[in-house]
């Protein structure tokens, strides 16, 4: 079968693999799409510490059992599988945090990923109950988008986001799009979103409709912020930009008793910020992480957008054939498209 193996930084190889076979407790599934996110760009150029290459890359998986030893799974259904793969069995799974299990390990990184035409399922997807049945009526591609939905949900969930809040969004990737739609499923009031790219913003706005798209290499942000406001701030900021800057001016944007989601990580070799303390003192601040999700997140997600409350389909910008998967990477990586799912 056909595969993408990361090798090196810069060194993702197509190649034939033979195909496998499950052995006993596993699932087969034919893999219909994977989708891309900054992530496999970040593990192309960089690789990734959890990553033992060589290794099939992509993570955002849906597709069809083919054959099953499993009791519960047969050929023909329909699948969408986990990527972040909790034990379980830790402290902190116990207590219902999956998304931070230490010894957490993922698919795409520790077992073979989804830019293949087949993918054996990890027992230890299995085991937590990673392998999603997908709802009549979603896609193939709209279930692999379930995935970093899910991601978004544990940061709206951990963020509080909820009925009558004014939110702002920093980053209108794909990401960003997901945040300022989930964010209006659970009732904000308003919804604000923040880029420097002016493109990636006119492109994303057109979709997802925010009150107000506001282009930060144009116009100093916060300061706007603080206008449609009457200078009280928002609820809750979600910086989903791999940007120091976007962090320190979340801060300014918040409202006393507002809630900060660094939602997306920053570069490992620059991860400090300058925090203003007294902020997060005196106005009672709340700033939470995000960390992938759990299981749960990821059956929530496709319920989300079976029941329409989270649209995806018209976020799905290009799809492509397993050969096309370094055009895809740079697709992504230009922001010149929202997302690019492989058809592998
Ligand atoms: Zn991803
Ligand atoms: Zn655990």
Not at 52 to 79: C, F, K, L, N, Q
Not at 115 to 143: C, K, M, T, W
Not at 271 to 289: A, F, K, M, Q, W
């Amino acid at each position: 079968m056909r595969v993408a193996r990361f090798y090196n930084p810069g060194d993702l190889r197509l190649e034939d693999m033979p195909e496998p076979s499950p052995g006993p407790d596993e699932v087969k599934i034919r893999v219909h799409n994977c989708s891309t996110c900054g992530t496999d760009v970040k593990i192309f150029n960089h690789g990734h510490q959890n990553l033992d290459p060589p290794r099939v890359i992509g993570h955002e998986i849906a597709g069809e059992v083919v054959e099953s030893t499993v009791d519960g799974w047969t050929a023909g259904d329909r699948v969408q599988v986990i990527a972040a793969v909790p034990c379980g069995t830790c402290p902190d799974c116990v207590r219902g945090r999956m998304s931070v299990c230490p010894n957490q390990t993922s698919v795409g990184y520790q077992y073979e990923g989804g830019f293949a035409e087949y993918l054996i399922v990890p027992r230890q997807v299995l085991a937590v109950d990673g392998l999603n049945r997908i709802p009549d009526g979603v896609s193939y591609a709209e279930a692999s988008v379930a995935e970093p939905l899910a991601c978004v949900l544990n940061g709206q969930e951990l963020a509080g986001v909820g009925a009558g809040d004014d939110v702002v969004v920093v980053g209108a990737g794909p990401i960003g799009c997901l945040h300022v739609r989930l964010a209006r499923a659970r009732g904000a009031r308003r919804v604000f979103l923040v880029e420097l790219n002016r493109s990636r913003l006119d492109m994303s706005a057109e979709k997802v409709h925010p009150d107000v798209a506001i282009c930060s290499a144009e116009v100093n942000a916060v300061d706007e912020i603080h206008k449609l406001t009457d200078g009280r701030g928002v609820d809750v900021v979600i910086t989903a930009a791999a940007s120091g800057a976007a962090q320190e001016d979340a801060l300014q944007m918040a409202a006393r008793s507002g809630r900060i989601s660094f939602f997306g990580g920053l570069p490992k070799d620059r991860p400090t910020i300058t925090l203003d303390s007294n902020l997060v003192h005196y106005r009672e601040l709340t700033i939470v992480g995000a960390n992938g999700s759990s299981p749960a997140h990821n059956k929530k997600a496709l319920a989300l957008i079976a029941n329409g409350q989270v649209p995806v389909a018209d976020l799905i910008t290009h799809r492509l054939p397993l050969a096309d998967l370094l055009d895809a990477i740079n697709l992504v990586s230009s922001g010149a498209a929202i997302k690019v799912t492989i058809e592998p």
